[in-house]
């Protein structure tokens, strides 16, 4: 089992700035491919963003050119810097494992945290 952490979630006015991190824990030799997910209010969940251990990193077009995630594999965190906030980044936002190397071996896994709330108003 991978345990995920997020945190840095809070209330912004729009324009503003935050960052998430999510620390996971569970398996000490893995190393992980992570993403983040949000879900507003009465939508579905949206993919925003993944970083694989390579450091190569994929973004939803809604937060290109805004939001940058990165990694610190030592740490085992994911972080999502977030800027130029809009109202319609209003959500849910959750930390995911995609998969991960543990040795040698590549594991594909699907663990969820239980995420971290983000609101942009004015």
């Known amino acids: 089992q991978v345990q995920l952490v997020e945190s840095g979630g809070g209330s912004v006015q729009p324009g503003g700035s935050l960052r998430l991190s999510c620390e996971a824990s569970g398996y000490s030799a893995c190393q992980y491919d992570m993403s983040w997910h949000r879900q507003a209010p009465g939508k579905e969940r949206e993919f925003v963003s993944s970083?694989?251990?390579?450091?190569?990193?994929t973004y939803a077009d809604s937060v290109k050119g805004r939001f940058t995630v990165s990694q610190d594999n030592a740490k085992k965190t994911q972080y999502l810097q977030m800027i130029s906030l809009k109202p319609e980044d209003t959500a849910m936002y959750y930390c995911k494992v995609d998969g991960g190397v543990c040795g040698v071996r590549y594991y594909s896994m699907e663990f969820w945290g239980k995420g971290t709330l983000v609101t942009i108003s004015s």
């Open positions: 970083i694989v251990r390579d450091g190569r990193t």
